[in-house]
């Protein structure tokens, strides 16, 4: 957007006082010098996607030439008004339009601090260099020599402003992301909490009747597990929830598999696109892990089961998504009340 203003300030400039008809020449070498070089940035903005994918090096070095070659060219224009005799009304306009494109093209690139300074340089130094050696106007170049140090000071101390606020950014998105998280997640097992299951239950069923998708969801249950706390302690207890999340975790490891700790010694699994044979022999091989699990806790070696109630459906949008739950929950009851150590559908 910045490139169009670069074309209309130069047409202000050339043709306010009518500057044009007096150095027809230059004018039109000038005019056509900065619509050359706004067209070709105009372009490269638009292609610059598709230019970075072939070699982003290239890519960045040509946007860089681009801006240079924009500051100079505007330089050189302001330097060569600026030693015309007379002209006051272009020069005046030439002195505020290259003060506010120098101060906004210098605001622009600070996050690259030394294209804002070669930008800064390149623009005034023509003008400086120029009025200085045909001695014209030395408190002007003095004012200006003023102006591009504080543009300097202004790249510099802007550039350090904008890297630590970009990076105080960086680390409150690092910790809302990690406060959210925490949300989520169990503190004991490291798996989702019950709170973020209720939430995902509901997803996860409109996905799945959306698309004709069988959901099934496992709710498991340690057996006996009061006697391990009441018998060795609840850090023993905390420690066996510790081992059967990471085994759990092993055995339900697709990426749209969800495992969450849903309340003491209970966790759940739901898996979408999944049947209830499938889901079956997930169970049975945690089921055995389980069983055959002997847990080394101090000088005791912890043992029990689990067991196991499944229920699977291809969901539908006109039916509440808990009566999945609850056919889960009676297959877990069937489950205890026939044995434990169990998996029951």
């Not at 070699?55 to 060219?73: D, L, R």
Request: contains cysteine; positive net charge.
């Amino acid at each position: 957007m910045g490139m169009y203003f670069y074309v209309v300030i130069t047409i202000a400039v050339l043709f306010a006082d009518g500057f044009y008809v007096r150095y027809y020449t230059a004018s039109v070498f000038f005019l056509c010098a900065m619509v050359g070089v706004s067209i070709f940035r105009v372009i490269h903005f638009y292609a610059f996607d598709r230019f970075d994918r072939l070699s982003p090096k290239v890519n960045q070095g040509v946007f860089f030439v681009s801006v240079y070659a924009t500051a100079f060219i505007w330089g050189a224009g302001f330097a060569y008004v600026l030693v015309q005799p007379g002209e006051e009304m272009t020069k005046m306009l030439m002195l505020t339009s290259t003060a506010g494109l120098n101060a906004g093209g210098v605001v622009s690139f600070i996050p690259a601090r030394i294209v804002a300074l070669f930008y800064n340089l390149l623009m005034l130094l023509p003008g400086i260099v120029m009025m200085g050696l045909l001695r014209i106007n030395i408190v002007l170049i003095f004012l200006f020599i003023l102006f591009a140090a504080y543009m300097t000071i202004i790249a510099f101390r802007g550039n350090r402003e904008y890297w630590d606020a970009l990076e105080n950014e960086h680390q409150l998105r690092i910790k809302t992301e990690e406060i959210e998280k925490m949300s989520r997640i169990d503190s004991l097992t490291r798996l989702y909490n019950r709170n973020y299951f209720d939430e995902m239950f509901n997803i996860k069923y409109k996905t799945a009747a959306r698309n004709s998708m069988y959901l099934t969801i496992i709710i498991c249950d340690i057996d006996n597990f009061k006697p391990i706390n009441d018998t060795y302690g609840h850090l023993a207890g905390d420690a066996y929830l510790e081992k059967i999340a990471g085994i759990l975790s092993d055995v339900f490891k697709r990426d749209t598999d969800f495992l969450a700790r849903y309340g003491g010694e209970e966790f759940v699994v739901l898996l979408l696109n999944q049947k209830a044979d499938q889901a079956t022999q997930l169970s049975e091989q945690v089921r055995t892990k389980v069983e055959k699990l002997i847990f080394p806790y101090s000088k005791y070696r912890i043992q029990t089961t689990m067991s196991f109630g499944i229920a699977s459906c291809v969901p539908s949008l006109d039916q509440d998504h808990h009566h999945l739950l609850e056919k889960a929950d009676k297959a877990l009851y069937r489950a205890k009340n026939s044995g434990r150590n169990r998996v029951v559908l």
